[in-house]
């Protein structure tokens, strides 16, 4: 997705959640937004393998 393609989200962090967010980014060398996109691409990533691994519950 070419960086003008890009959706803008207006987040509200506690102040706690925030500096703790910076100081990862910092440990990652990644900006406060990049280090956000990058924990929900890894989020979602997660979420679609759990779901393919978790059986169908049948009824």
Known sequence: M???D???LL???????W????RWA????RSINGQIEY????AVK???KV?????EEEE
Do not use: V
């Open 2 to 4: 070419a960086e003008k």
């Open 6 to 8: 890009k959706k803008q």
């Open 11 to 17: 987040l509200r962090l506690s102040p706690t959640l």
């Open 19 to 22: 500096e703790e967010i910076s």
């Open 26 to 29: 910092e440990d990652d060398f």
């Open 39 to 42: 924990l929900l691409t890894e």
């Open 46 to 48: 997660k979420r679609r």
């Open 51 to 55: 779901k393919i691994e978790e059986p």
